[in-house]
């Protein structure tokens, strides 16, 4: 069964800069794409960020040039380099396969003065 863990989040004012990471476990991690996502208050979850199993990024709403995603097979891990943070940003971030299994908990992104 799919797991992920996802940390790193926190209260950050803006122009601030996090970076998440996520463990990932119950699967063949080096042969899946894998996303960020994030939830804003009131909103539908979103995919932010994929990178495949080649490591071919791609870069959703209005994030690219911003967020960076990356990944380590060796770990199972997945992370996102955030920078220039705004208000906008505030969410809950998971992380996940393309397309997405059941989820973890995620970890909160305030960006706050």
């Known amino acids: 069964q799919a797991q992920f863990v996802e940390s790193g989040g926190g209260l950050v004012q803006p122009g601030g800069s996090l970076t998440l990471s996520c463990v990932a476990s119950?699967?063949?991690?080096?042969?899946?794409?894998m996303g960020w996502y994030r939830q804003a208050p009131g909103k539908q979850r979103q995919l932010v960020a994929g990178i495949t199993d080649r490591g071919t990024t791609t870069y959703f709403r209005g994030v690219e040039g911003r967020f960076t995603i990356s990944r380590d097979n060796a770990k199972n891990t997945v992370y996102l380099q955030m920078t220039s943070l705004n208000a906008e940003d505030t969410a809950v971030y998971h992380c996940?396969?393309?397309?997405?299994?059941?989820w973890g908990q995620g970890t909160q992104v305030t960006v706050a003065s």
């Open positions: 996940n396969t393309v397309p997405a299994v059941p």
């Open positions: 119950g699967m063949v991690f080096n042969t899946l794409t």
